[in-house]
């Protein structure tokens, strides 16, 4: 494998502040169909990830899958607005912070790391991607499983 994080990583990097609701993070990630976002400080320095995953698994644990798959045995002439325990999982999305759910020890890359360190964390880590950070730990790219295979491929 040849090639740096630098020469690898995409550089429009869709990222989300800590005190966003995970309402807005689930949003981000289904309009632009990826499965995680680098979590950024006011200094664009990365302080977590969230993921599908952790969504997924907060609704589980929250019962939000449960609520919103029942909301179809409510009468019909129930005040859907108020009721319905849909709206409740969705509004126990929006009231809870992205901070509360994301991972904190977040693996990072300096520019400088080759395709082999890249390769080699998101193996051993069982990560997906992997935020590039400056000397300054600012966030500067992402690399992501797929972009590893393109740069393999010779198309990076």
Same mark, same amino acid.
């Given at each position: 494998? @040849? &090639? ?18 995970? !309402? ?5 990630? =289904?309009?632009?169909?990826?499965? %995680? #976002? *680098?979590?950024?400080?006011?200094? !664009? ?24 798959? $029942?909301? %179809?045995?409510?009468? *019909? ?7 319905? $325990? ?45 935020? @590039? ?5 600012? #966030? @500067? %790219?992402?690399?992501? !499983?797929?972009? #590893?295979? =393109? =740069?393999?491929?010779? &198309?990076?």
């Amino acid at each position: 494998m @040849v &090639g740096t994080a630098k020469e690898m990583m995409k550089t429009e990097v869709k990222c989300i502040g800590p005190e966003e609701s995970i !309402r807005t993070a689930a949003g981000m990630l =289904a309009e632009h169909h990826i499965s %995680g #976002l *680098p979590v950024v400080d006011e200094n !664009r320095r990365v302080v977590g990830i969230i993921s599908s995953s952790d969504i997924v698994k907060f609704s589980g644990q929250s019962h939000i899958v449960t609520l919103v798959g $029942s909301s %179809g045995w409510i009468s *019909p002439y129930t005040d859907i607005a108020a009721m319905t $325990s849909m709206n409740k999982g969705f509004e126990l999305l929006g009231k809870k912070m992205v901070k509360d759910i994301m991972t904190r020890k977040v693996i990072t890359v300096p520019q400088t790391a080759t395709a082999d360190e890249v390769a080699r964390l998101l193996a051993r880590k069982k990560i997906n991607r992997l935020p @590039v950070t400056d000397e300054k730990g600012v #966030l @500067v %790219g992402i690399i992501t !499983r797929t972009d #590893l295979i =393109a =740069a393999m491929a010779g &198309g990076a």
